[in-house]
């Protein structure tokens, strides 16, 4: 399919090959992606069944969530290395099995550890199955088109998990825990025979050099963050926490040694490289502030609600509903206008709205009305569909084919990373200013000042938030259209 000594791309190849069509590579990656990426939060409300069902505390059933994001944050940066070594038939046909024998043990599984190994089998499907779409698009589609195609993924990533809450509810209370891993199963079989029959291999094999120290540092490093910080924002356990504390160290020092380790390599497991290209390092700082403030808005928000507001869960979901379902709808459109307009005209409004929307929660009181609320998580997924996939998009736009896979896996790698730092930082930040407040109450038990305190800890959280939505907004006024390096240069 390549050929050498001529300047033709991957996606002028493709596009020459009469027997290659696009559709049924997209249509097989994007139904696989859905349903894996819609089992991360069909979970997270049966946790309380789960409990009932196996007579297990709360920090225990949590690991179903934390060890998922775990084995995410261990297994994503080795992507890279995947991705260069396996045809990308091989990949998604072999993710997507591990996913569906994880899904069969989970829905058979008659005692909880049980359940928790096929919740962690899973996740390794779904860690690696997000690289093989963003590198497989990539590769398939010019610059100028995908933007429109990202935003499509964005649906998914975001549509899924948005209709994944109220999906689990219905499934749980009239069918039971079991069918919401039964339910997955078919979809999940026939995505395989989907791609069996129609998906086309692209890229090139390379065989990159499997290096052990780099894939033990890596482990160590980013496993050790997610591990880490998902612990201190369990149960009060807080960053001075000797465990905490010690997974933290280590796992700094682990990715300080890993990087050193990766610009020493000839064949890197993840080429640190890519931060030379000054849209990718500004996509991914953008990246960690849009992240950290969507994640930590879908845990701290729903405390909100259920505490000062007085909301039940099912209430509070809803609230949030609106906003989860415009930004899925919103993204392939978000796309299409950065393949149009490019990043700067969709990047810098979105900025000044999620940095206006962050100054409007943190004015929140036990007063707030509900439409507020509903109207602020709405303008907050607005601009995350206008700031994330186009940035996502516009960084990995710069980059040479070569470096595509590293590229992406350091961008998904993020996910779970940023994820768990956002939401342990905040809650942490949320709970010592709660107790600072109770501590100077007259009556710390009452409910007005439990209340108050709550309010307290939510308003310096989205200050602090409004904080980082600013410094993100400034970051937007320096962003421009990337071309491919390698393209680039060829025009020079």
């Known amino acids: 399919m390549f050929m050498e000594g001529t300047n033709k791309t991957n996606y002028e190849f493709l596009a020459d090959d009469p027997n290659f069509s696009v559709k049924p590579v997209m249509i097989s990656l994007i139904i696989g992606a859905f349903f894996a990426i819609l089992n991360e939060t069909l979970l997270n409300i049966a946790l309380t069944t789960l409990m009932a069902e196996f007579g297990l505390s709360a920090t225990t059933v949590q690991w179903m969530v934390t060890g998922f994001m775990l084995v995410m944050g261990i297994l994503i940066p080795i992507s890279a290395l995947m991705l260069q070594s396996f045809t990308t038939r091989q990949m998604f046909m072999g993710t997507m099995t591990v996913f569906t024998i994880g899904t069969v043990i989970c829905a058979l599984a008659p005692t909880f550890p049980v359940l928790l190994a096929g919740r962690l089998i899973q996740a390794v499907g779904t860690g690696l199955l997000i690289p093989i779409i963003f590198n497989t698009f990539l590769l398939i589609f010019p610059p100028e088109r995908r933007g429109g195609v990202m935003g499509m993924v964005g649906l998914v990533i975001m549509f899924a998990p948005a209709i994944g809450p109220t999906l689990s509810g219905i499934i749980v209370e009239h069918l039971g825990w079991r069918f919401l891993f039964i339910t997955v199963i078919p979809f999940a079989l026939f ?22 120290l780099s894939i033990l540092l890596s482990t160590l490093g980013f496993g050790g963050i997610v591990l880490g910080f998902s612990l201190a924002g369990e149960d009060g356990a807080g960053f001075l926490d000797p465990v905490v504390l010690t997974l933290i160290i280590v796992a700094v020092a682990a990715l300080i040694l890993f990087t050193i380790r990766q610009l020493k390599i000839e064949e890197p497991l993840l080429d640190v490289r890519v931060f030379k290209y000054p849209m990718f390092t500004q996509a991914v700082l953008l990246f960690i502030i849009i992240i950290m403030a969507m994640f930590s808005s879908e845990i701290i928000l729903p405390m909100f609600m259920q505490g000062p507001l007085a909301l039940t869960a099912a209430a509070a979901g809803l609230v949030l509903l609106p906003g989860s379902l415009l930004n899925g709808l919103m993204s392939p459109v978000m796309g299409k206008l950065f393949d149009k307009y490019g990043p700067r005209k969709l990047m810098i409004p979105a900025a000044a709205i999620l940095t206006a929307t962050m100054f409007s929660l943190s004015q929140v009181g036990t007063s707030t009305p509900i439409y507020v609320i509903i109207i602020s998580y709405m303008l907050l997924m607005l601009s995350v569909s206008a700031m994330m996939m186009p940035a996502q998009t516009n ?20 996910q779970p990373v940023s994820g768990a730092i956002g939401v342990s930082v905040f809650i942490s930040i949320m709970t010592a200013r709660r107790e600072g407040f109770l501590a100077n109450a007259v009556s710390p038990d009452s409910p007005a000042a439990q209340s108050q305190s709550m309010v307290a ?19 937007t006024l320096f962003v421009k259209r990337a071309k491919p390096d390698d393209v680039a240069h060829q025009q020079t």
């Open 191 to 212: 995505s395989m025979a989907f791609a069996y029959k129609f998906l086309k291999n692209v890229g090139e094999v390379t065989k990159p050099k499997v290096d052990i």
């Open 395 to 414: 960084g990995l736009n710069q980059l040479p084919k070569q470096l595509y896979p590293h590229g992406t896996a350091i961008m998904n790698t993020l």
């Open 457 to 475: 800890g939510v308003e310096l959280v989205y200050s602090i938030a409004f904080a980082l939505a600013l410094a993100g907004f400034i970051l």
